[in-house]
Each structure stands twice: as structure tokens, then as C-alpha cells.
């Protein structure tokens, strides 16, 4: 599938977090921009950055809650995903692409501005993209949402949209999500960390993030999730340059 007007070819990926965080797209299809819609099927999974230790979970917990732990190639700090509980969306740019730029900090303001006309047609006031270097919190080392990168969608000072990246001879691979719902709960839980230290990342963390139903209009509020995901989705892909 094609969208309108912006040479992109269209993909509907599902699979489990594992699946999805494969090499992708395949080799002969990587001289074309592509944008995937994937759709999480499968257990829930902590995806830890491409730097993280595999220590910072809990594992004999995560394996007891059926959680996997699998881990992307591009970097920043771990994210909990789960069926129907975030609208992630991942995009290749060729190296010739018009939308290639050489700065790292440039080359993903493209892709925060289409998610924030995305989220602005649905409703949503007041957004901003970071345009600026990592700006880094006390937990981000640890948890994505919880610092700014650039092209990340902001709803005041809270994080809406994350996206990280890897770059390579052929193109850039974008990795972009927002969480439907903002909840650090259930990831703290399965983080390696002692009584303390979970305690205060809960508190830490309550604020530095928020969910796409956290800033639409009331009239969404009752709209069942994949309702939501699926008009955000479909906004998105009209929001593509």
C-alpha cells in the first residue's frame, strides 16, 4: 500500500515484540522509504536499548509474569510494550532519501512532526517536537520515556511520542511509539531494583510521560483503544511528507 502523494510503501507487521524488533525491512526492499504499522501480538516484553544490560531486569520475575525481555538496535533506556497498549510505528529512510539528513539531531524532526499534525487532527492541543540535543533525567538511563531525544513529541514537559534510531551505510531505521496509557507501575515492577530505589522511580516517573487518551478531547474517552490507535494510525500515514 502507498500513501498518497509521498512515494511511501505501506506495511502492516504483527508479531510478537521479538518478531518485530528483527532486521527489517528485508535487504531487497531497503532502497525505498517504508513506513510499518506494527501491531504487538504475543506476551508483553520489556525492550531494553541497544547499550542496556540485560541485568536491569528482574528476569526470574519477568520469566514468573510470562514477560519476555528482547532487545532493540537502536539506543535509550527500556520500554514495557503490550498488546493494544501502544501505537508503534517504525519507518526506513534510505540513504538517498530526500528525507535523509547527515545530523543525527535533524534527521528525526521529520518524523516528530508527522505524529504531531497526526495528533493535532485527532484533537490533541498544545504539542511541540523536541528539536534539540538528549536531555536527560535521573531514570532515563534507565527507562525511555523518562528523558527527551530529538523529534520526540511533547504535551508540555511530558514525553508523548519516543523515537530512537540506527543509522547505517543503506538508511536509517526509526523506531517511534506512543503508550496508549501512561502507567511506570508494572515496568518498575520488573526492573532489577531494590525496595527503595522502586519507590522512587515509581514517584520519579509518574509525571515525566503521558498517553495519547491522557491529552485527546473528552470526546474520545469512551472510544474503545483499537478504535483509537487505528484513527491515529490512519492519521499518521496522511500526516507523512
Same mark, same amino acid.
Given at each position: ?109 521529520? @518524523? ?74 508494572? @515496568? ?38 483499537? @478504535? ?7 492519521? @499518521? ?5
Amino acid at each position: 500500500m502507498t500513501a498518497p502523494g509521498g512515494g511511501w510503501s505501506i506495511e502492516r507487521r504483527v508479531g510478537t515484540a521479538r518478531a518485530l524488533h528483527e532486521p527489517w525491512p528485508a535487504p531487497t526492499e531497503r532502497r525505498r522509504r517504508t513506513v510499518a504499522l506494527c501491531s504487538l501480538r504475543g506476551p508483553r516484553a520489556v525492550v531494553l536499548g541497544s547499550t542496556q544490560s540485560i541485568d536491569v531486569v528482574d528476569l526470574q520475575r519477568s520469566a514468573s509474569e510470562g514477560v519476555d525481555v528482547v532487545r532493540r538496535r537502536s539506543g535509550g533506556g527500556a520500554v514495557l510494550v503490550g498488546a493494544g497498549e501502544q501505537v508503534w510505528v517504525e519507518v526506513w529512510i534510505p540513504r538517498d532519501d530526500a528525507l535523509w539528513d547527515d545530523d543525527v539531531i535533524r534527521s528525526s524532526w521529520w @518524523l516528530g512532526e508527522s505524529w504531531k499534525r497526526a495528533l493535532e487532527e485527532l484533537g490533541a492541543p498544545g504539542l511541540l517536537v523536541h528539536r534539540r540535543r538528549s536531555m536527560g533525567g535521573d531514570w532515563s538511563d534507565l527507562v525511555c520515556f523518562a528523558g527527551i531525544g530529538p523529534g520526540e513529541v511533547l504535551a508540555g514537559t511530558a514525553k508523548v511520542v519516543g523515537v530512537a534510531q540506527r543509522r547505517t551505510r543503506e538508511g536509517a531505521r526509526l523506531h517511534s511509539m506512543a503508550p496508549m496509557s501512561w502507567e511506570p507501575a508494572p @515496568l518498575v515492577a520488573l526492573l532489577a531494583l531494590d525496595p527503595l530505589r522502586a519507590r522512587l522511580a515509581h514517584d520519579a516517573l509518574g509525571d515525566v510521560a503521558t498517553g495519547v487518551r491522557g491529552i485527546l478531547p473528552p470526546s474520545w474517552c469512551d472510544t474503545e483503544r483499537g @478504535l483509537v490507535a487505528s484513527a491515529l494510525e490512519d492519521a @499518521l500515514v496522511s500526516a507523512l511528507p
